[in-house]
C-alpha cells in the first residue's frame, strides 16, 4: 500500500513539473507555429487559435497583456485551447493587444527554447457568428463527394445543410443568401430531378427557371437585398487540360448572359442589353442597397482558340426594384487592359468594391497568379490589398455584414486545396494580415483532403432540416 500511494506521488509530481516547465534558454527569433497566427487581428468571437509546432515534444504558450500572464497552456506538440478560457479572454481584453509566448522543447533544445513572443490584436469588431461554404474533392468532371455546410465562427462545429446523396450523386452549388439570412438562400441541385432551390421564410420550393421563359438555367446568383429578386448569370461553360502549364485547367464560357428572376410573380426578366452573343456577362452582385447591379463582361471571342484574350470589365447599371427595370447608362467601373475581373462584391457601406484579378478568362481558381484587388467606389482609388495576396491563388471572398472582416478562398498552403482566410479592414480601409479559419486540430488543415469554396457570411444558424431540402430535391 505504502509502495502504491508513493507511485502515485512521484507520478502527480512528475505530472506537476511537466505542466511548469521553464525553457533554459531564450531565443531571439519567433517560433514557427502553424497555423501562423503572428501578428494578426480577430474578431471578439472568433474560435481558439489552436496551433502546433512540428518535430516539437512539448510545448508551452503563455498568454499575457501589458506582461501580466493571463493564463497558460501547455501540450505535446499541438497547443489546444479550452474554448471558455479563450471566451473569458477575448471578452476581457477587447481592443487590446495580448502577446503569446511560446517554449518548446525538442531534439534541438532538450532542456527547452523560449521564443520571441508575438502580439495578437483583438479588435472591438464582431464577426457574423456563421459562414456557409461548398466542401468539395479538387477533382476535374467528379461532382459525387460535395456538401454545402456551415460552420459556426466562435467554435468548430460543422454541419451539412445539403449533400451531393440526396441529388443522386449529383452537384449541388452556388448557394446564396438575402442579407446574410439564414431563413431566405438557395442554391442548385443539378441532374434530375433537381432545379433551384429557394428557401424563403425557412419554406423550401424549387425552381426550374428554363421554363420560365428563357430557356436557360441559372449558374452564379446573387439575391436583391429587398428579397423580391435573385439575379442570375446563365453560363455555357466547358473546361480544357494543359500539358506543360502550372495552371493544369483551364475552364471558360462559350457563353454567359444574364437574368432576372423575380419571386413575386415567378417571372423571368430579360434586358437585350446582357442577352446575345457578342459578349460575355458574368458574376452579377447587387449593391447593398439594391439600386445598382455590378457584373463582368468581356467581348465574345472564338473560343478554346483566343481564350487569352478574354478580359473582363467590371460593369454597373442602375436598377428599379419597383418595376424590376435596369437604367440606360453602363457605367464601367474597372476597365479590363491586362488583366481580367472576377467576382465583384460590394462593402455593406458601399464604400468599396473587391474583386479577384487575373490574366485572363473568367474562372481564377485555376491561375496561380489570380490576387484579390479593391477600388474605393469613391473616385475608384485602389486600395492596397497586398496583405491580403500569397504567390499561389486568391479566389472567391464575402463581406462580413458589418463590413469589418472577409473571408476568401486561397491555395497558398500547397497549392492544390483552397482554404478559407480573414482579414481585418479597419475604418481608414487598411486590411490586416490574414490568418486561416481555425480548426479544432490544427493539423486538420492539411489533413482534410477537400477544398473549401464559395464561403459566405450568414447572420445566425441554418435550421431548416436536410430531410425538408432532400424531400425538394427529389420531389
Given at each position: 500500500?505504502?509502495?502504491?500511494?508513493?507511485?502515485?506521488?512521484?507520478?502527480?509530481?512528475?505530472?506537476?513539473?511537466?505542466?511548469?516547465?521553464?525553457?533554459?534558454?531564450?531565443?531571439?527569433?519567433?517560433?514557427?507555429?502553424?497555423?501562423?497566427?503572428?501578428?494578426?487581428?480577430?474578431p471578439i468571437n472568433i474560435?481558439?487559435?489552436?496551433?502546433?509546432?512540428?518535430?516539437?515534444?512539448?510545448?508551452?504558450?503563455?498568454?499575457?497583456?501589458?506582461?501580466?500572464?493571463?493564463?497558460?497552456?501547455?501540450?505535446?506538440?499541438?497547443?489546444?485551447?479550452?474554448?471558455?478560457?479563450?471566451?473569458?479572454?477575448?471578452?476581457?481584453?477587447?481592443?487590446?493587444?495580448?502577446?503569446?509566448?511560446?517554449?518548446?522543447?525538442?531534439?534541438?533544445?532538450?532542456?527547452?527554447?523560449?521564443?520571441?513572443?508575438?502580439?495578437?490584436?483583438?479588435?472591438?469588431?464582431?464577426?457574423?457568428?456563421?459562414?456557409?461554404?461548398?466542401?468539395?474533392?479538387?477533382?476535374?468532371?467528379?461532382?459525387?463527394?460535395?456538401?454545402?455546410?456551415?460552420?459556426?465562427?466562435?467554435?468548430?462545429?460543422?454541419?451539412?445543410?445539403?449533400?451531393?446523396?440526396?441529388?443522386?450523386?449529383?452537384?449541388?452549388?452556388?448557394?446564396?443568401?438575402?442579407?446574410?439570412?439564414?431563413?431566405?438562400?438557395?442554391?442548385?441541385?443539378?441532374?434530375?430531378?433537381?432545379?433551384?432551390?429557394?428557401?424563403?421564410?425557412?419554406?423550401?420550393?424549387?425552381?426550374?427557371?428554363?421554363?420560365?421563359?428563357?430557356?436557360?438555367?441559372?449558374?452564379?446568383?446573387?439575391?436583391?437585398?429587398?428579397?423580391?429578386?435573385?439575379?442570375?448569370?446563365?453560363?455555357?461553360?466547358?473546361?480544357?487540360?494543359?500539358?506543360?502549364?502550372?495552371?493544369?485547367?483551364?475552364?471558360?464560357?462559350?457563353?454567359?448572359?444574364?437574368?432576372?428572376?423575380?419571386?413575386?410573380?415567378?417571372?423571368?426578366?430579360?434586358?437585350?442589353?446582357?442577352?446575345?452573343?457578342?459578349?460575355?456577362?458574368?458574376?452579377?452582385?447587387?449593391?447593398?442597397?439594391?439600386?445598382?447591379?455590378?457584373?463582368?463582361?468581356?467581348?465574345?471571342?472564338?473560343?478554346?482558340?483566343?481564350?487569352?484574350?478574354?478580359?473582363?470589365?467590371?460593369?454597373?447599371?442602375?436598377?428599379?426594384?419597383?418595376?424590376?427595370?435596369?437604367?440606360?447608362?453602363?457605367?464601367?467601373?474597372?476597365?479590363?487592359?491586362?488583366?481580367?475581373?472576377?467576382?465583384?462584391?460590394?462593402s455593406p457601406d458601399n464604400?468599396?468594391?473587391?474583386?479577384?484579378?487575373?490574366?485572363?478568362?473568367?474562372?481564377?481558381?485555376?491561375?496561380?497568379?489570380?490576387?484579390?484587388?479593391?477600388?474605393?467606389?469613391?473616385?475608384?482609388?485602389?486600395?492596397?490589398?497586398?496583405?491580403?495576396?500569397?504567390?499561389?491563388?486568391?479566389?472567391?471572398?464575402?463581406?462580413?455584414?458589418?463590413?469589418?472582416?472577409?473571408?476568401?478562398?486561397?491555395?497558398?498552403?500547397?497549392?492544390?486545396?483552397?482554404?478559407?482566410?480573414?482579414?481585418?479592414?479597419?475604418?481608414?480601409?487598411?486590411?490586416?494580415?490574414?490568418?486561416?479559419?481555425?480548426?479544432?486540430?490544427?493539423?486538420?488543415?492539411?489533413?482534410?483532403?477537400?477544398?473549401?469554396?464559395?464561403?459566405?457570411?450568414?447572420?445566425?444558424?441554418?435550421?431548416?432540416?436536410?430531410?425538408?431540402?432532400?424531400?425538394?430535391?427529389?420531389?
Amino acid at each position: 500500500m505504502k509502495q502504491l500511494l508513493l507511485s502515485l506521488l512521484t507520478f502527480f509530481l512528475y505530472i506537476g513539473c511537466t505542466e511548469n516547465r521553464i525553457a533554459s534558454k531564450l531565443g531571439n527569433t519567433y517560433p514557427d507555429i502553424f497555423p501562423d497566427y503572428k501578428g494578426i487581428s480577430i474578431p471578439i468571437n472568433i474560435a481558439p487559435l489552436n496551433f502546433t509546432v512540428r518535430n516539437s515534444s512539448h510545448i508551452k504558450a503563455v498568454f499575457s497583456n501589458n506582461n501580466q500572464p493571463l493564463f497558460s497552456i501547455e501540450g505535446k506538440n499541438k497547443i489546444d485551447i479550452p474554448l471558455k478560457k479563450w471566451q473569458h479572454m477575448l471578452s476581457d481584453n477587447t481592443g487590446k493587444q495580448i502577446d503569446i509566448s511560446i517554449s518548446v522543447w525538442n531534439e534541438s533544445y532538450p532542456e527547452g527554447i523560449q521564443y520571441k513572443s508575438f502580439p495578437v490584436y483583438i479588435t472591438t469588431d464582431s464577426i457574423d457568428p456563421y459562414i456557409a461554404y461548398r466542401l468539395i474533392e479538387p477533382g476535374y468532371e467528379s461532382w459525387h463527394e460535395m456538401d454545402i455546410r456551415q460552420r459556426a465562427l466562435n467554435c468548430f462545429k460543422e454541419d451539412i445543410i445539403i449533400s451531393s446523396n440526396m441529388n443522386e450523386k449529383g452537384c449541388v452549388n452556388c448557394h446564396s443568401f438575402c442579407n446574410y439570412s439564414p431563413t431566405e438562400f438557395m442554391f442548385h441541385a443539378r441532374t434530375s430531378p433537381g432545379g433551384t432551390i429557394i428557401i424563403k421564410n425557412n419554406q423550401p420550393t424549387k425552381v426550374q427557371l428554363s421554363q420560365l421563359g428563357s430557356s436557360k438555367e441559372g449558374t452564379y446568383p446573387h439575391w436583391h437585398p429587398s428579397g423580391k429578386y435573385i439575379i442570375f448569370s446563365t453560363n455555357t461553360t466547358r473546361q480544357s487540360f494543359y500539358s506543360r502549364n502550372p495552371n493544369l485547367i483551364e475552364v471558360y464560357d462559350l457563353e454567359s448572359d444574364l437574368v432576372l428572376y423575380d419571386l413575386v410573380h415567378n417571372t423571368v426578366i430579360t434586358d437585350p442589353r446582357f442577352n446575345g452573343p457578342a459578349s460575355f456577362e458574368t458574376f452579377p452582385a447587387w449593391a447593398p442597397d439594391g439600386k445598382r447591379l455590378y457584373y463582368c463582361t468581356a467581348p465574345a471571342r472564338q473560343l478554346p482558340k483566343r481564350l487569352k484574350e478574354i478580359k473582363y470589365s467590371i460593369c454597373s447599371v442602375s436598377f428599379n426594384p419597383d418595376n424590376g427595370s435596369f437604367g440606360e447608362t453602363i457605367d464601367t467601373i474597372y476597365t479590363a487592359h491586362n488583366k481580367s475581373a472576377s467576382f465583384p462584391r460590394i462593402s455593406p457601406d458601399n464604400q468599396y468594391l473587391l474583386f479577384t484579378e487575373s490574366d485572363y478568362a473568367t474562372f481564377p481558381i485555376w491561375h496561380k497568379e489570380a490576387d484579390l484587388k479593391m477600388i474605393s467606389l469613391q473616385g475608384s482609388a485602389p486600395v492596397d490589398t497586398d496583405i491580403l495576396n500569397s504567390t499561389d491563388v486568391e479566389s472567391y471572398h464575402s463581406w462580413s455584414s458589418n463590413g469589418r472582416w472577409i473571408i476568401f478562398s486561397s491555395r497558398r498552403l500547397d497549392g492544390l486545396y483552397t482554404r478559407f482566410f480573414i482579414a481585418h479592414l479597419n475604418e481608414n480601409g487598411k486590411f490586416s494580415k490574414p490568418f486561416l479559419l481555425p480548426q479544432k486540430d490544427p493539423d486538420e488543415n492539411n489533413l482534410r483532403m477537400k477544398s473549401f469554396n464559395i464561403p459566405e457570411f450568414i447572420k445566425d444558424k441554418i435550421t431548416i432540416t436536410r430531410s425538408q431540402l432532400d424531400h425538394t430535391v427529389t420531389d
